[in-house]
């Protein structure tokens, strides 16, 4: 079961003498991530003709890891749309075996490096957009419940057309969006941002191909994310562009995520809203399924889960249109 | 279907006109939230016997809302722990009709205001604990990767125990679990902490009962949880308690989450490991599935958006273990 060099992986910190189930699941982990193939040596992916124009431009050896990660903070900014990314990028440099492959810069979107958080607490960062001349390999704006109100200076919308012109890759996270469209950088491109804040952008900026329901999307080396932690699932995707679906799933595991979403996702999950129905040993309930579809199912289990009867379930489910699966209420062979 | 006060609910912030689907969507929020029984105005509801006595002791009166919410930071901190819960709390805040619940407070636990974050970044707290002498509702210690390693002063694990014992509930974020031990505060209680630290919370601190299994636990008025993205699953938990599940769906909602997970929830999610075999679109497909429950699933469905032919697609995902939820390698009816 255990592999050679099982023991000396990132998620075996010491051996778990208590739980030996636990050794079991890191097995497994091991096994996957064993299986998955690992990323080409930080090489540069162009995604695009295009892309791979600008990335030849530059030289590939003229951006050796680690590479350059601007989060720019727009005050009043959500905590969330810097962190989330932010430790994502951290996480990957942790578990990428001593080779750090990123190096995150939370910038400033003013002059001051101190940035208005919209929760009070103020947030320090690394340096403001004026300090930050060097060229950046991904550029992310992450938003706020603010971000839409702001008045932005010309200078920080020259400075994001300039460094993005630059980059490999920039996007936005969650109201982001609205601060990168400002600087014209969303004409003619398909983008989402924050379902509450997809109108304003379409009206406000009628050039720019606004989508409100995906989690994320990409379009050529643009990339835009729905809200909070919408920002968490992007980053996920860039580190597995860069480093490979193995890193990425351990940064993920690292970070306790329930699963990755993909760009097509839905920000209107249907599990949640079915979740908001009937009692709460219900929603738990379909929590647990969607978390073990692979187990069969039978109504006197799912029951014994909810606490119910098997007779009772069913019917309540239908009731409150928080419906089983439809494999469960009517169980196959 | 559009109820008459769905237009001035928080969520339609104005009309969508250009997506009328996404007015249905807001329709059938509304609808669902309209259902759920609201939160019995403020009252603070006693979890046990014990607390009963505590909360009665202080008096009802003595804690009206807003409840004061204390977040400790403990160097160097994990950021998305402080802020996950802090975020949720204050998008309830935003979200309860102009009437404040909570107040939120990050608190360092150094004699600095200047918290220093794994990421690199500092990060600046409301207060020292020291400036913290008021009562606490809702005592959080946030841990970060270095929490175990750090020598804590006997002032601040005196702080702890003082302000808990006063507290209507207490708990942790990840390795704050380590520090709350140090206090001595979980001995003989059930707790949980980040699945990389379970093992040394029991070895340093044989009389804890340390589950590294669940996202949360609570025993009592103690509430300890999981890594980094477990503290949101936690604080919505704690939010649901005091102003009921539709608030709570909404703010998870504003989050942009997919789902909340229970408490019992494992931290090991199959869900994230089935995905990390096989290739991508399988992986995508069975993020589409979790999501999509009570769809009724055909082979050639499910195949087309893997972009796969039907007859590859359950073959390929036996052959990866990525196995697809078994109504649907064999569909009903």
């Not at 255990?2 to 778990?16: A, G, I, W």
């Not at 968490?232 to 993920?252: C, H, K, N, P, T």
């Not at 949640?272 to 069969?296: C, E, H, T």
């Amino acid at each position: 079961m255990l592999k050679s060099s099982y023991h000396q992986h990132p998620f075996v910190l010491r051996k778990y003498q208590k739980w030996p189930w636990l050794d079991s699941i890191f097995g497994r982990w091991h096994d996957v991530i064993a299986e998955t193939k690992p990323a080409k040596a930080m090489a540069i992916k162009p995604h695009s003709k295009h892309e791979k124009q600008l990335v030849t431009g530059r030289g590939r050896v003229a951006v050796p890891p680690p590479r350059r990660v601007a989060i720019v903070a727009v005050p009043p900014v959500r905590t969330l749309d810097v962190f989330g990314p932010a430790e994502v990028f951290a996480d990957a440099n942790h578990l990428n075996r001593g080779e750090p492959a990123y190096d995150v810069q939370v910038v400033s979107a003013t002059e001051n490096r101190t940035v208005t958080s919209y929760l009070g607490v103020p947030l320090v960062a690394d340096r403001t957009y004026h300090e930050m001349r060097q060229p950046v390999d991904t550029l992310l704006v992450a938003g706020g419940e603010g971000a839409q109100q702001m008045r932005l200076s010309p200078k920080l919308l020259e400075w994001l057309r300039r460094q993005s012109g630059k980059a490999r890759r920039y996007g936005s996270v969650c109201t982001g969006a609205l601060v990168l469209a400002e600087a014209g950088l969303l004409d003619g491109r398909r983008v989402t941002t924050h379902w509450n804040w997809c109108q304003e952008l379409q009206q406000k900026h009628p050039k720019v191909k606004v989508d409100p329901r995906p989690i994320y999307i990409r379009d050529k080396n643009l990339f835009t994310s729905a809200g909070v932690t919408a920002g968490i699932d992007l980053s996920l995707a860039l580190v597995e562009d860069d480093l490979g679906g193995a890193l990425a799933l351990q940064v993920a595991q690292m970070m306790v995520v329930f699963l990755r979403r993909p760009g097509g996702q839905s920000q209107f999950s249907a599990t949640l809203m079915a979740q908001a129905r009937g009692r709460r040993s219900l929603r738990d309930l379909l929590a647990w399924v969607a978390d073990n579809l692979q187990s069969k199912f039978s109504i006197s289990t799912l029951a014994r889960r909810a606490a119910m009867s098997p007779r009772n379930l069913p019917a309540y489910s239908e009731r409150k249109s928080a419906k089983l699966p439809r494999g469960i209420s009517r169980p196959c062979g």
